[in-house]
Nanobody, 117 residues
């Protein structure tokens, strides 16, 4: 059974930091592209960052310079370090695992991040 579980969300003040974690089980993690998406209130889901099987990271313009995505294949976990948070970063953050060679796509349940004073 495949499970993708996010953690680490919460309430933080503007300028603060959070680290999100996403643990995946039941998949060959090292062969999956791992994506972080977010969905602000009343808006469409958008890609924030991803990291390939080869640990190449890509970022949305809104995340560049503030967020860092990383993966630990030994722990089947991907992280999103978020610094200098802004109120507009408030959203539900979702982890997505894509196994292109397997034709598989799995989502977590999301974790709420709220940036507010």
């Amino acid at each position: 059974q495949v499970q993708v579980v996010e953690s680490g969300g919460g309430l933080v003040q503007p300028g603060g930091s959070l680290r999100l974690s996403c643990a995946a089980s039941g998949i060959m993690f090292g062969f999956y592209v791992m994506n972080w998406y977010r969905q602000p209130p009343g808006q469409q889901r958008e890609l924030v960052a991803n990291i390939t099987e080869f640990s190449r990271a890509n970022y949305a313009d809104s995340a560049k310079g503030r967020f860092t995505i990383s993966r630990d294949n030994a722990k089947n976990t991907v992280y999103l370090q978020m610094n200098s948070l802004k109120p507009e970063d408030t959203a539900v953050y979702y982890c997505n695992a894509v196994g292109r060679q397997f034709g598989r796509d799995y989502w977590g349940q999301g974790t709420q991040v709220t940036v507010s004073s």
